[in-house]
C-alpha cells in the first residue's frame, strides 16, 4: 500500500520518542520542526506523543502504546479540506467575495441520454428514439421474412427534402457525372470504370481534378483506351498523383485496359463478376459501374457513407459495407437500390459529416427520428439589470 509522507515522517516521530531510542538520539532543530508541523487547529502531536508515553508506568504498557500510535495514519484523520490541501487564494480572506456573473455553457447531447428534469419532476427536453434494426421471422410457411426498420420510409423522405436544398459534391462531380457526353457509347463506358477507379479513398473534388486532366492532356480524343495502352506509366502516375494511391492505381488501370483489349474486345464487362475480376475493381464499384454505365441495376453500391449513415441510424448494426449491402438487399425496395448511393452519399458530404456532424441542421434530429443525433444545448444565465430613471423635478413659481 501506497504510504503519505506525512504518514512516514510520523512514524519517525514514533520511533524517535521510544525509550529504548531516546537516549541514543539527539533532537536536532530540524526535527523539531517536522513535528511541529503536525499541529492541526492548535493541537500538537508532539506533546500528546510525549504524555503518552510518560504516563505509562511499566515498559510493556509504553510499548503497546506506541503500537497503538504507530498504526495510526495521518490520512485517517477527518480534518477540513484546506488543513491538507491547497487553500484557494483568498479563501480566507474577508475581503475576498464572489461575485455571480452571467454564463453561457454549451454542451453537445444524445438523445439517448434523455432530457433533463425540471423542478416539477417531469423530464423534458430532447426526444430519444430507440434503435428499431431489421428483424428476421420464420413466417408459417418456413420461410425467413425481413422486417424493415421501423419509420424507415419517415427518414428516407426527410433525408430526400434535405438533399434538395443543399447541393453536394457528388452531384456536380460524381463518378457518373464525369464521363464526356460526346464520345461514344463504348467509350463512355470506359470513362465511367476509370473513374470508379480512381474514386476508391478520394473525394469527388479530387477526383475529377485527375480525371480532367486525363481528358485534356491525353491526345485527341482524350480519355479512351487506345490512348490509355499507349501512355507510359510514369507519365500516366504523374497525371493522376493527386488521387489516393495512385501509384496502385497507374498498375490496375494500365492492367484493366490491356485486359478489355484481349478479352473484351475494347469496351468493359457487363456482369458484376466480370468487373470484379479487374484488378482494383470491387463490389461497390461493380454495382455502380453497372447501373452508371450500363444501366442495370442488380445490387446497391455502398461505401463508407451508406454503411456508416445506415448503422447510425440504427437499421442494422454491420461490420463492413458488403455485410450492409446484403442487409438493406433484404428489405429496400428494389427502385430504390441505385439512387440510395447518390442519397446518402451527398447526405454524408454536407449534413451528416464523418467528424462534426451537423446535428443541429438536420431534420431528423428535430423530429426525434435519429437515435446517434448529437445536439446542442445551450444554457445561459443572464444578469439582470436594473434603470433607475431619475426625473427632473420643477420647482412651484
Known sequence: MRTSRLAQETSEAIKTLSPARSSLRRQTPSFAASLTSFAVKGTNIEAELVKDVEDSSDGET????LASVASFDIEDLSLPGSALGKRRRGADDPSTSL??????????RSPREGGDKAEDGIERGIKKR????????????????????????KIYDCVKE???KVLAPVDTMGCETLAEDHLTPRDKRFQTLIALMLSSQ????????AMRRLQTELPSPGLILSNILAIDPVQ??????VVGFHN???RYIKATARILRDQYKDDIPDTVEGLMSLPGVGPKMAYLCMSAAWGRTVGIGVDVHVHRITNLWGWHRTKGPEETRETLEAWLPKEKWHEINHLLVGFGQTICLPVGRKCGSCTLS??????????ERRMVTKKAKQQVIVREGRANP
Open 62 to 65: 509504553s510499548l503497546s502504546s
Open 99 to 108: 461575485t455571480s456573473m452571467s454564463t453561457s455553457i454549451a454542451t453537445r
Open 130 to 153: 430507440r434503435r428499431q434494426p431489421t428483424r428476421k421471422a420464420i413466417n408459417q410457411a418456413g420461410k425467413v421474412e425481413v422486417h424493415p426498420p421501423a419509420d424507415w420510409g
Open 162 to 164: 434535405m438533399r434538395k
Open 202 to 209: 478520394t473525394k469527388d473534388t479530387t477526383n475529377a481534378i
Open 236 to 241: 500516366l502516375n504523374e497525371m493522376i498523383y
Open 248 to 250: 496502385n492505381k497507374t
Open 366 to 375: 428535430e423530429n426525434g427520428l435519429c437515435p446517434s443525433a448529437v445536439v
